[in-house]
């Protein structure tokens, strides 16, 4: 049974970082994809990346890109998301879900492509 947990959240000043982990365990394929989404108070779950663990190919969205990364280890079957210059509108619970890609498919920041999720873990930017 595959499992996902996150760490890493917590509550930081604007302009700072955090950085949240995904580990992945009982996964049997190599060729799945870690997205990481997040869900502000009032609002729908918002894909931000997505990192193909078989080729490192990644996606951001616009709101994150150049302040996100994320990198993988397939080794450990886990993934990072090193979030700086945070805002407050970063606030959120901050989730890693997994998908299982077909050949040559690419991964997504779709929600609904995600079948494995995370409990999730908050994420403040106040000061």
């Known amino acids: 049974q595959v499992q996902l947990v996150e760490s890493g959240g917590g509550l930081v000043q604007p302009g700072g970082s955090l950085r949240l982990s995904c580990a992945a365990s009982g996964v049997t394929s190599d060729t799945y994809a870690i997205g990481w989404f997040r869900q502000a108070p009032g609002k729908e779950r918002e894909g931000m990346v997505c990192f193909d663990m078989t080729d490192g190919y990644t996606y951001y969205v616009d709101s994150v890109k150049g302040r996100f990364t994320v990198s993988g280890d397939n080794s450990k079957n886990t993934v990072t998301l090193q979030m700086n210059s945070l805002k407050p509108d970063d606030t959120a619970v901050y989730y890693c879900?997994?998908?299982?890609?077909?050949?040559?498919?690419?991964?997504?920041?779709?929600?609904?492509?995600?079948?494995?999720w995370g409990q999730g873990t908050q994420v403040t930017v106040s000061s």
């Open positions: 879900a997994l998908d299982f890609l077909f050949p040559n498919e690419a991964c997504s920041i779709w929600a609904y492509d995600y079948d494995r």
